[in-house]
């Protein structure tokens, strides 16, 4: 084992990662995963409380999710899809427009979360120029947003820390404030903090007004607003009500411009629906899928949209084509392990997992409330959330992350948060284990 870290710091370069932090703290080295569960080389088990970076659904290397793969690779595995077809990708397209809300028409597959978003981006400021206005070709995006890495998707992105070093590369977006519930002191009954809490919910919360006053200035140059809805990730785990996200598309109607929703880390069941867009009821213009959309085992990623975007690049003029594409663009195998993926939903009933989750991991997290420098517990779908209001929060948050490992949990923190991510297929049992772990560690170090 020590021989493969040695060469693990020799040769590689991780994600998010500083790199000099890694002597002292080497990785840890996993050799083996089954169920919700990885195994390191003394066969250790550490429980995937973040689903491997939010994508994870069913555990790993799920018998119906190997046979996709195998059956798969015994007949095709992949080809360009630049004017080829294949079936694995027909038959994915009709099942995701089948479960995405209705006038999602088209998909346009990818390989990544990035990818998905940066081809939303592109189709709609393209969209528009191909329809004669190409004055519009700004993106208004939350200010704590993320999108991802890529050079687009870090424009509309606002996590300070993660794109701090590349600000001469960024075009320039405009910010609308985040909804954020914890602090706000506009009066307001949907206040927030998360799903149990939404019996409120009602129309026009008054940060929708934000948005708008945005809008007024800026319609005419605005392509799209994108949003993850209801579930901010990388900005700390923040969860805001259905009415905003009803309010703003609304207001995308109002003054057209797209609507963008960024599914990546919310779609397939992460919420507790399908895809967390349903909790509004409303179709966007775009919708990013990618993490879960495997099952999270295969890179693929898909960018749906309506027939009226698809059709603004139908044209006799090549100009109006949309010129974009990647090497694996729609991978057979990504595709077939998708289908399995969404048959097992199901056969498994996902949904109703994460449902009868989603109040226990809540009245779990909420047995901490009398922690002082706990605040904001908060829960939707399988993922449940605090943040440590301390000057030395980043401090505690990696000595909680080294009392995970070793106790065998992942609990990778997220800004101030602290959160457990977990798979859809998770059970009570494990809620109960995992619990039974965090007293100890959130009772040692946040006393
Ligand atoms: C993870 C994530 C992305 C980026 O996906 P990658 O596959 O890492 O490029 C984009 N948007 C959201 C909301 C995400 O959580």
């Known amino acids: 084992m020590q021989d493969w870290l040695e060469k693990d710091l020799t040769y590689n370069w991780h994600p998010y990662t500083q790199m000099l932090n890694l002597r002292d703290n080497p990785p840890l080295l996993i050799t083996r995963v089954a169920g919700r569960y990885l195994y390191d080389a003394d066969g250790k088990a550490y429980y995937d409380s973040n689903s491997s970076w939010w994508c994870n659904v069913h555990g790993h290397c799920h018998p119906a999710i190997r046979e996709a793969v195998e059956k798969q690779m015994r007949t095709l595995d992949h080809i360009m899809f630049g004017a080829i077809a294949h079936t694995p990708a027909i038959e994915l397209a009709e099942k995701l427009v089948s479960i995405t809300p209705p006038g999602l028409d088209r998909v346009f597959y990818s390989d990544n979360g990035s990818t998905a978003v940066e081809v939303a981006l592109k189709m709609s400021v393209q969209y528009w120029r191909n329809t004669g206005n190409s004055r ?49 002191a506009l009066p307001c009954k949907n206040k927030s903090f998360g799903r149990l809490h939404w ?21 005419d140059v605005t392509a799209a607003i994108i949003l993850e809805p209801l579930l901010m990730g990388a900005g700390g785990m923040l969860i805001y009500p259905p009415a905003y996200l009803r309010g703003v598309a609304q207001l995308a109607m109002k003054y057209n411009v797209h609507l963008i929703l ?95 989750l989603t109040p226990l991991l809540l009245q779990k997290m ?60 998770a059970t009570i049992d494990e809620v109960e284990m995992v619990f039974e772990k965090l007293d100890g560690i959130y009772r040692e170090i946040l006393k």
């Open 366 to 425: 909420q047995t901490f409330a009398d922690i002082p420098i706990i605040k904001n517990i908060r829960a939707i779908g399988t993922v449940t959330a605090f943040d440590v209001i301390h000057p030395d929060y980043a401090e505690l948050l990696k000595k909680i992350y080294r009392a995970g490992l070793a106790n065998g949990l992942i609990m990778r923190p997220m800004g101030k948060a602290s959160y457990l991510f977990l798979p859809q297929s």
């Open 136 to 184: 519009k070709c700004r993106i208004i995006s939350l200010d704590a947003g993320y999108h991802g890495d890529t050079i687009g998707c870090m424009s509309v992105s606002n996590v300070e820390l993660f794109r701090g070093a590349f600000d001469p590369l960024m075009f320039q977006a405009i910010t609308a404030p985040t909804p954020h519930c914890d602090d706000c």
């Open 262 to 356: 960024d599914e990546v880390a919310t779609g397939f069941g992460r919420t507790g629906k399908m895809f967390a867009c349903e909790y509004a009821g409303i179709t966007p213009d775009f919708m990013c899928l990618s993490k879960g959309l495997t099952g999270g085992t295969m890179p693929l990623a898909a960018t749906m949209t309506t027939e009226t975007v698809y059709e603004g690049f139908l044209s006799t003029d090549s100009s109006k084509t949309f010129f974009h594409g990647h090497t694996y663009t729609a991978n057979p195998i990504g595709c077939a392990v998708a289908l399995a993926s969404l048959q097992l939903f199901e056969d498994d009933n996902l949904l109703g997992n994460v449902n009868t």
């Open 199 to 219: 019996d409120t919910d009602d129309e026009n919360p008054p940060c929708v007004a934000s948005m708008e006053r945005l809008l007024i200035n800026d319609a």
